[in-house]
């Protein structure tokens, strides 16, 4: 077996220039890729699917960052551009067995699925009155900046609870947050004026409850025990950055592949094909996390012919396992609403960290597209899909915008 120093790695690319050729290399170099994320930071990816289910239960990778070797010895900086996904605070993210058992199980507690499909009304209602503002006189629109985007801010507010005069500023601060570039001395300062949001809010919850998932979590409790401010700080903040930009990208990429695959959006707007197909097999195909960090070796961890070392940290490669044809069999790189194993993606995760907020991503998506084509069956791209570029984000499929035709 392979060892950490023996194994070459892949550089990713800060820009994503080319994720789909990124993502086939990574298949390529087998189930467990020894890789270095932008800084230098050495890290090992899961790329097939199989060896990501088992690695995604498997005890002996946890989320508890004073395992990894490189943070104990000094080597990851503060002021590392991706050390709010790598070190984001103590949350159901970041902690494993029974602590993550009852933080999951609060946020259960108010997360709901009866609260999930509460929701589906005002989504309805932000679909309408957003479709509402877009020009109907075939003129190029960006229908990232004038859709995608806000409909999932808007929801997340109202579900969070958050004042939504507070969106503007939040928008510049995840968009620091998850970027690669974000210059070092703006890094910290990004992660303290987000957690002093994130405050504010839940001190105002809780001088004041309303009906809101943040006044549910603190309301919430497990035999007597209750989030701690600091938990439902970092619950927060971790639902509001998934809770948007999973969405924003499953809608986006949803428009791309329908429009660079007519044959298939031609099916599914003919009612042939139901729209959840779209969602989901835009989920396997361009999922909207291309990595997700991170988690941490506490012993030898063999993958096939190679090992993660103890101490070692793990990225989990979505954008690889989506297409890994061992699960979706030959056809795995082609889009197709029709295909059998659709359903059968992580791209929400799998195991105990699941994402929590699936549901709501795909109650949305599902809202979202059959009014937007109902209002537009002709949508199309105004520019070649090769004319498409991704944002400096290496754990977001995410596109700088959408430029499209609206007739």
């Known amino acids: ?30 189930p467990l890729a020894a890789v270095e994320l932008p800084g230098g930071v050495p890290v090992w990816a899961v790329t097939h699917h199989a060896e990501a289910k088992a690695l995604l239960t498997d005890p002996r990778l946890v989320k508890d960052i004073n395992v990894w070797g490189a943070w104990q010895r000094g080597e990851i900086p503060p002021d590392w551009p991706l050390i709010g996904l790598a070190n984001p ?5 970041t902690v494993d067995g029974a602590d993550h058992r009852r933080m999951r199980t609060l946020v259960a507690q108010a ?13 309805s209602d932000l679909t309408e009155q957003l479709l509402d503002g877009l020009p109907t006189d075939g003129q190029v629109v960006d229908l990232k900046a004038a859709f995608a985007y806000p409909l999932p801010m808007f929801v997340v507010a109202d579900l969070m609870g958050i004042d939504e005069a507070r969106l ?8 620091r947050f998850f970027s690669t570039q974000t210059p070092p001395q703006e890094v910290i300062a990004t992660l303290v004026e987000l957690a002093g949001i994130m405050g504010e809010t839940v001190a105002a919850k809780r001088a004041e409850p309303g009906d809101d998932l943040t006044s549910a979590l603190i309301l919430a409790s497990e035999d007597g025990d209750r989030l701690t401010d600091e938990e439902i700080v970092s619950t927060l903040q971790l639902m509001v950055a998934a809770g948007h930009e999973t969405t924003i990208s499953l809608i986006v990429n949803a428009v791309v592949n329908l429009s660079t695959h007519p044959g298939q959006r031609d099916r599914v707007l003919s009612g042939a094909v139901d729209w959840s197909a779209v969602v989901e097999e835009t989920l396997r195909w361009s999922t909207p996390t291309s990595h997700v960090l991170i988690r941490f070796a506490t012993e030898d961890v063999p993958v096939g012919d190679k090992v993660i070392p103890a101490g070692d940290a793990l990225i989990v490669s979505y954008g690889a396992i989506g297409r890994d044809e ?17 359903t059968r993606h992580i791209s929400f995760g799998h195991g105990p960290h699941v994402c929590p907020g699936a549901a709501l991503s795909r109650l949305e998506a599902g809202v979202a597209l059959p009014a937007l084509y109902a209002r537009f069956p002709e949508l199309d791209l105004a520019v070649p899909a090769s004319g498409l570029s991704n944002k400096p984000v290496v754990t977001q499929n995410d596109l700088f915008e959408l430029p499209v035709k609206l007739t």
Do not use: C, N, Y
């Open 89 to 93: 605070g103590r949350s159901m993210l």
């Open 1 to 30: 077996m392979t060892s950490g120093t023996e194994a070459p790695r892949i550089a990713l690319d800060p820009f994503v220039t080319d994720l789909d050729g990124e993502s086939a290399k990574l298949r390529t170099a087998g």
């Open 326 to 342: 061992q699960a979706h069999g030959p056809t795995a790189g082609d889009f197709d609403i029709t295909r059998e194993t659709r």
């Open 111 to 123: 997360l709901t699925p009866r609260r999930v499909e509460a929701m589906r009304a005002r989504i």
């Open 168 to 175: 503007p500023r939040l928008k510049v601060l995840f968009e």
